[in-house]
Every structure is written in C-alpha cells, then in structure tokens.
C-alpha cells in the first residue's frame, strides 16, 4: 500500500478555501485516491475519490498532477462545520479492504 | 440516503466478558468491514468479509475477535474475551460490488471495558 503523508493540523477562517496536500510517492498504477471526513465520534464520510487531473463534486474539488505523487482536497469557502480530520487514502479500489487504510489525516479548524 | 446502522451506541463491559457489536450494513451492498479507533488515535481496520468468509484481516484481528453474517441483513464482530485495550470506537463499514465505489461507515459503538 502507497504511505501517505499529510500535515497533523490546518487553521482557516470562515469563507476561505481550504487546501490540503497528500503526498502518496510510492502510489501505483492501479491507485486510486480517495478522501474522507471525520467528526468526533462519528464514522468517516467519503468525500471524493479520483485518478488524474481534477475532480469536482458538490463539496469538494480534487486536483492530481501528471506524476500522481500528491493530490490536494480543496474545500471552497469552509464554514464552522467543516472542522474535522481530513484523510487521505491511497489503494487499488477492487473490492479489497485493504485501500481503506487510513493515515493519521489532518485535522482542519475552522475559526470564526 | 441509505445508511449502515450499528447497535449498541455505547457498551460498557467487564473485563473479560464477551461482547458482541452489531451491523446493519446497506441492503445491495456486498462487502463488509469493521474497524476500531482508540481515542485520539487513527482509525484502523480490522477485518473484511466478502461472500461469507473473511477476505482480509489485520494482525489486531487475533483469535478472540470473529465475525458472522448470521442472516444475510445483520454482521457481528464478537470479542470473546475482553481487555482493557479493547476500549476503543467499532465502526462498520459496507459497499456495493462496483469499482470504485465509496464506503458507507455506521457511527460506531463505543466500547468501553472497564
């Protein structure tokens, strides 16, 4: 499994954007990149999954450069509920668990 | 939106008593999970279950974990003999036979061994 690494923290403020960077440089061909959010004691929820280049739903964009060693979650104009773990995950979505291994994500506050 | 329910929210048990976890994973899906977290530690998996068996587990999955699909609607994760350092939230996760697809995690149940 690719390792991913995220930073432990991000703050932002009410309006912002919001990016958070994974870097995954071991990912393999067959990788895809998936993003999930976590509330305290609450199950993590997907958020957005892609390959390459970009990938835009309603909450959030993901953007994945041509060598696909990182990938950057965008969140538009974050409000106070957006405050959550952010994880990043890396693996071959077959039907395997093993792609949902979860790293340490990133923690994101958001202030008024 | 469908969702994976899982029962009881809270379980307070005695060390070494057996405890089971229960599931409700979405009704078209086919592949199950469970993971746990430690508080304030990442969420970890612990076991998958595809068409009746195990398809995958982790090393924290030993021999006093199991898991059932009794009835075709339910999936249990039993603990037979409990420890102080099972404490931990137990989230189950289900997800449909598609590439690609997301995973649907329930809210847990916290486990508390005291």
């Known amino acids: 499994l690719a390792k991913t690494t995220q930073p432990i923290s991000m703050d932002s403020y009410e309006g912002q954007e919001v990016n958070i960077t994974c870097s995954h440089n071991?990912?393999?061909?067959?990788?895809?990149i998936t993003w999930y959010q976590q509330f305290p004691s609450q199950g993590p929820r997907f958020i957005i999954q892609g390959y390459k280049t970009k990938v835009t739903n309603e909450v959030a964009s993901l953007f994945i450069p041509a060598d696909r060693k990182s990938s950057t979650l965008s969140l538009p104009r974050v409000s106070l509920s957006d405050t959550a773990v952010y994880y990043c995950?890396?693996?071959?979505?077959?039907?395997?668990?093993?792609?949902?291994?979860f790293g340490s994500g990133t923690q994101l506050t958001v202030l008024p | 939106e469908p969702e994976v329910t899982q029962t009881p929210s809270h379980q307070v048990t005695q060390m070494g008593q057996e405890v089971i976890l229960r599931c409700v994973p979405i009704?078209?899906?086919?592949?199950f999970y469970w993971y746990r977290q430690i508080l304030g530690q990442k969420v970890e998996f612990l076991v998958s279950f595809y068409n009746n068996e195990i398809s995958e587990k982790s090393e924290i999955f030993d021999d006093q974990f199991s898991v059932e699909r009794p009835d075709g609607s339910n999936f249990t994760l039993k603990i037979r003999s409990t420890k102080l350092e099972d404490s931990a939230m137990y989230f189950c996760?289900?997800?449909?036979?598609?590439?690609?697809?997301?995973?649907?995690f329930g809210q847990g149940t916290r486990l508390t061994v005291v």
């Open positions: 996760a289900s997800r449909d036979s598609n590439m690609n697809t997301e995973a649907f």
């Open positions: 071991n990912i393999a061909t067959n990788d895809y």
């Open positions: 009704s078209n899906h086919l592949y």
């Open positions: 995950l890396v693996g071959r979505s077959s039907g395997s668990a093993r792609q949902l291994t």
